[in-house]
Structures are given as structure tokens and as C-alpha cells.
């Protein structure tokens, strides 16, 4: 992505729910004024869900997913309803996409299901240019995707049932000040993405300048000669988390330190709860089963992170002989009954409703959960030091 575009995890998620064949692919292309979505006459046409990022006016950067059938039938029909109930855990607002006038019981059923996730939700009532049109309300909109009527007022209607607070935590400007110098430590290893970087470290890297600081990027190899060469020492020094141990023997003590993925877990949210999650690595016993969970679904490398470094820090952390599953993207399980321990990324793809559902799917289930930097921290002894300047 561009330096210049808002990420996926900072954008307004619209899901458009609905039965099939409720004109919901086509409301979709009509807001978007694209094609975002195939339509056509045969129910079931959508059969996994569509994302579009994109600027929608007057709301700004959203991602608009458009979603299959609630009502699809068969083995896969029943995979669709449950992949549709799981896109809800993203979404910032539901639209219901309805031909009628006066709800189904499906979906009055999904209605329940939006109150349920205490989502705010609209009813879209389409095909109005046939079935009649009738007075708007806040959360009930008629429309026409056929002729475009409606389409502004439920635009409105969006941005005006959508409840999301400005953040008052930013990502590194909360601990700094205008003029600092903070160093930047960003690995270049196969796993990096060939000619740019990763995300947390645009963001942090956008934020330290935002506050009128500096910002200094550097390897692990450069980090000695990059502290030697400031008239000052740094306000403080990030660091990929793959490189924790080395950067800490590096950076002198009296010098803050910490990494992109504990500053994340702070802006996301769940510091606090990754925290307490690493501490209780100490306490896996023999056959543990650890959920390693990423959010995106980048290629894996040979020596990818999640499935190969950590696990193998871990067991040699432990002595003992784990067990791992992974999941990617918007694949989180359900059920994590059969797991003692969530190991999560950063989540700098999720946004911050999405990363919170899975927080409380782990403490509803009695599981702990950490992220890869604050495990790493805590089994490199470093832990404490890493969130000693979020925590003073």
C-alpha cells in the first residue's frame, strides 16, 4: 500500500447482509457506483464475501463488504451462513438488504444476531421503485439499486447510526515530544516485503512525524553507530520484534525500548491482556496445544515467524513438546476450548472490532492470549523493560 492511503484496520467496515436474491450485490455496486460485485438473477450468485476498499462520501475510507446469502441452503449453503456471521465481527455498521416491506423471520433473525454483537444496523428496503416507496426513518431506508432513489438518504443514514470514537491513544506520539529523535530498528530478512515496509512501521514511522520529531530507521547492524553518531541519546528506540535480544544488548539500558508489535497491542487495545497471556507461557505442560493466529495471509517464508521462529523459541524456552495449529486472515476459530494458549500478531490488518471479538472469544473460552512481541519480550527476560515507558 501507498504511504498516502488509509490502512484496511483504520477504515469504516459497511457489511450489506440480506437473503439471496435481496438486490444486495447490486445495492452494493449502485453505492459504490462500480462493479464491486457479480449480479445476477440466479440466487446464491455471492457466494464468499467481497471486500472493497475505497472513499465513500460523506463517510470517508471504508471497506464495504458485501456478503453471501443469509438463506443459502445445502453443506455449502451452511458454510456461507457461518462465514457470513463471522464477517459481522468486522463490521462497524450493518446494512440489512430486504425486498420487503415487513421483515422474514430469517431476517429478523439476523436483526437479532446485529443486536447480539451490539452492531448498529440499518434495513435497506430495496426494489422500492416496484414494491412502493414509504417515509424514511433513522434505521429504515427505502431504496432503489434499479433507478438510484434512496441511495444518498441511506448514505446519510451510515454515517449517522455509526458509532465509533475518535482514538485518544496514539501509536508513539503519546511518548514523545517535538524535536525527539526516535530510532527505528526494521530488519531487512527474506520475510520483508521487496522494496517497502511493513505496515506498523509506515504507521510509526507517520506518527513520530506527525508529533514534530525525528525519525531514524536503521538495521540491527547499523543500531551501534546510529546511537554513537546522535548528539543526544534517543527518546526511545522501536524495534522489529524478531530482533528484540540483540537490539536489547545494544541499546543501553537507561535508553526506553520497546517494538512495533507491544505498541500495537497498546493502540488495539489488549496490552494489558497480552501481558498477563505471555506470563502464563511459563506454565504450559507437555502436549499444550498454542493457537498461533495471523491476521493477514502473506506468503510463508522458510523462516516465517509465526510457523517457524516462535514455535521453536517456545519449545526451547519451555522444554517442552507443543503442539501448534495456525489460522490466517479472518479464519479465527470459533471455539478455543481445545487450546491452552493464543499466540496473536500485531493485527495491524484488523480493525480494532475484529481484534477485540477475538480477545473476548479467548477470555469467554478461559484461554490467555499474548501477541509475538510481548511473548518474545517476556521469554528474552526483556518484558518489563519493553513496557516500562508505556506503563510510567
Not at 1 to 17: C, D, K, Q, S, Y
Not at 85 to 104: G, Q
Not at 135 to 153: L, P
Not at 227 to 235: D, G, Q, V, Y
Request: with cysteine; charged share 25%.
Amino acid at each position: 500500500m501507498g504511504l498516502n492511503e488509509t490502512p484496511m484496520a483504520e477504515r469504516i467496515h459497511i457489511g450489506f447482509f440480506g437473503l439471496r436474491n435481496a438486490g444486495k450485490s447490486s445495492l452494493v455496486n449502485r453505492i459504490a457506483n462500480q462493479d464491486v460485485s457479480v449480479v445476477s438473477d440466479v440466487k446464491g450468485t455471492t457466494t464468499d464475501p467481497v471486500r472493497k476498499t475505497m472513499e465513500l462520501l460523506p463517510l470517508g475510507a471504508v471497506v464495504i463488504i458485501d456478503t453471501p446469502g443469509y438463506d443459502d441452503e445445502g453443506a455449502l449453503g451452511k458454510l456461507r451462513v457461518e462465514t457470513t456471521k463471522k464477517v459481522l465481527e468486522s463490521c462497524d455498521i450493518a446494512v440489512l438488504v430486504s425486498e420487503n416491506k415487513t421483515l422474514s423471520p430469517v431476517e429478523n433473525e439476523l436483526v437479532d444476531i446485529f443486536k447480539s454483537k451490539k452492531t448498529p444496523f440499518i434495513i435497506a428496503h430495496n426494489k422500492s421503485d416496484t414494491n412502493g416507496f414509504e417515509q424514511n426513518t433513522k434505521t429504515d431506508i427505502y431504496v432503489s439499486a434499479a433507478d438510484g432513489r434512496g441511495i444518498e438518504e441511506l448514505k446519510e443514514a451510515i454515517g449517522k447510526n455509526l458509532d465509533i470514537k475518535q482514538k485518544e491513544v496514539r501509536l508513539v506520539a503519546d511518548f514523545i515530544s517535538k524535536n525527539d529523535t526516535v530510532i527505528l530498528v526494521t530488519p531487512i530478512d527474506a520475510s520483508a516485503p521487496k522494496g517497502r515496509m511493513i505496515l506498523p512501521q509506515q504507521q510509526a514511522i507517520r506518527d513520530i512525524i506527525d508529533a514534530g520529531a525525528v525519525a531514524v530507521v536503521t538495521q540491527v547492524e547499523q543500531l551501534a553507530k546510529a546511537i554513537e553518531n546522535l548528539k543526544s541519546p534517543p527518546a526511545l528506540v522501536i524495534t522489529d520484534s524478531q530482533a528484540f535480544k540483540e537490539v536489547a544488548k545494544i541499546v543501553p539500558d537507561e535508553i526506553p525500548l520497546t517494538s512495533f508489535s507491544i505498541l500495537l497491542a497498546r493502540y488495539k487495545g489488549f496490552l494489558d491482556i497480552a501481558v498477563e497471556g505471555a506470563h502464563t507461557i511459563d506454565s504450559l505442560k507437555n502436549g499444550a496445544k498454542i493457537l498461533v493466529s495471523e491476521g493477514c495471509t502473506h506468503h510463508r517464508q522458510c523462516e516465517d515467524i509465526g510457523t517457524v521462529k516462535l514455535p521453536k523459541l517456545m519449545k526451547k524456552y519451555t522444554g517442552k513438546e507443543l503442539d501448534f495449529a495456525f489460522s490466517s486472515g479472518h479464519g479465527f476459530p470459533d471455539n478455543l476450548a481445545e487450546f491452552d494458549l493464543v499466540l496473536h500478531c500485531g493485527a495491524c490488518m484488523l480493525g480494532d472490532k475484529e481484534v477485540m471479538a477475538r480477545m473476548s472469544k479467548s477470555q469467554e473460552a478461559g484461554v490467555p492470549i499474548t501477541n509475538y512481541g510481548t511473548a518474545i519480550a517476556h521469554m528474552n527476560g526483556i518484558l518489563d523493560r519493553s513496557i516500562k515507558i508505556i506503563y510510567s
